[in-house]
């Protein structure tokens, strides 16, 4: 692993961080019990536990133990669909031991939605169609507490209007885009279980709520640079129960601690995970575009010497770093949610991604190099990326940096594997993983080489750049039957029969001139 991963061509500083943030799984920020179940805090203090509860809205940032311990990431799915979530379908955030006791907190959008969309990624990391059957009535049942009365989507629009508990520790009122985004992504990722499960019914709605929420979001929240929030108060009647926390506002009909018309680094947060399960666009791609330029030009300071950090300082001096919320471009509210002036690398990572899945590499690869600049080894620990204690898990969100610009995509069910580099370098190599194995491969004049290191891969189709013309496959230098099609410049190489590539398999396919 540690091979595969060194001798990949990507910028040194991608794999830097990605394996830097990976020693946060054997910190004491994580933990396992004695039935071998995974769980973790969301951060260590120095003498204990920051946060229990593998809290959903922030561990839903991290994709390590997606693609490198799918086992975790089950063993999170069960605990945030398990006893976690109550009769009514709320995931509470945090789950508390011993599990099936008690539950703790109460349910937060962006942390239900992420879940939905990480309950996807697992399925189609794995193709493991039976435990996605298994798992369906509670995805199903999640998704739609969005539309109990008084709730976020109570009158079934695709837009979440009402009061949302998020990862800012606050509830956000009215329309926006953290969590709207989130929604529109948890409906892409049960529409497609839900088809995959037979209920025909349930992707009909649920595409008919994406299509509608995401029109209205790029019509109503987009103000021509960036996604904004529509401020709505609600009296407390309102509000269903268990929607508010006691950090929140206690003025329900004229909120504080909102983010209004700033330009907030996590807008794009549901396309974030969107890209990475491959569910496509959520809301308009040249929104997309100019909301991440803006957030390059609005967010992303080159000097925190001039900027007032009122709470945690996390960055300073000559540092350079992307805050979280910035209103160059809008007047403040008078008192805005709490951390907006702050930086956390989990928030930059996961928008420096973003940046690399649409078309800013250059720029992305800027983002992440900051981050570590500030965790050099002198500055701070290279191993301790800080928020809510030390080693945090949003930081995981930094092994996405790699999955994006690998261009490795890969989707077991249909066992389609995509391979498309996201940087134009010679000779270009890279690990890849998926839910049941991982190796490394190669992309070069001569074709396409995939190899398998541990773990076997299901494998019916695959995707790469070519020209076309001869075309040849051979699986450990034994020639397989095969159909190819060019378009576009993508190769794309459909075997007679689904293979079935075990450890040490080398796959090498050729399509050229």
Sequence with gaps: FAATLRESTLPGVVKEAASANLSTLRSTTCFRTGDGEFHGFEGSNDNRGCCHGNCTHVWNYETSTAFLFPSLAHSLRKAAFGYSMDDAGAMHFRQSLPDGKDRSGFAAADGQMGQIMHAYLDWSLSGDEAAMRALWPRVKKGLEFAWVPGGWDANRDGVLEGVQHNTYDVEFYGPNPLCGIYYLGALRAAEEMARAAGDAGSAAEYRRLFETGSKWIDANLFNGEYYIQKIRGFAKDQIAPS??????????????????????????????????????????????????????????????????????????????????????????????????????????????????????????????????????????????????????????????????????????????????????????RCFWSTGTAWGGFSVAASGLRVQVLKGKLSCRSVAFRARGGRSTATLSGKAIGHQATVRNGVGRIEFNETLMIGEGGDLRLDLRV
């Design 243 to 428: 929607l508010r926390s006691s950090m929140g506002s206690d003025d329900t009909e004229n909120p504080q601690y909102q983010v209004g018309e700033g330009c907030l680094v996590d807008q794009l947060l549901g396309q974030y995970l969107a890209d990475i399960a491959g569910l496509g666009y959520l809301v308009d791609r040249d929104h997309i575009q100019k909301a991440l330029a803006s957030l390059y030009r609005y967010n992303y300071k080159r000097s925190m010497a001039d900027h007032d950090t009122v709470q945690r300082t996390f960055a300073l001096n000559d540092e350079s770093a992307m805050v979280i919320c910035d209103y160059g471009k809008a007047q403040r509210p008078k008192i805005p949610f709490p951390y907006f002036a702050e930086v956390m690398t989990g928030f930059e990572y996961s928008t420096a991604v973003l940046m690399l899945y649409h078309g800013m590499a250059k720029e992305g690869v800027e983002c992440i190099n900051n981050i570590r600049a500030r965790y050099d080894g002198e500055k701070r620990n290279p191993w301790d990326e800080a928020e809510c204690g030390h080693h945090y898990a949003r930081a995981m969100a930094a092994w996405s940096g790699v999955v994006a610009l690998s261009g490795f995509q890969y989707d077991g069910r249909s066992a389609a594997v995509e391979a498309m580099p996201r940087l134009n370098v010679p000779n270009f």
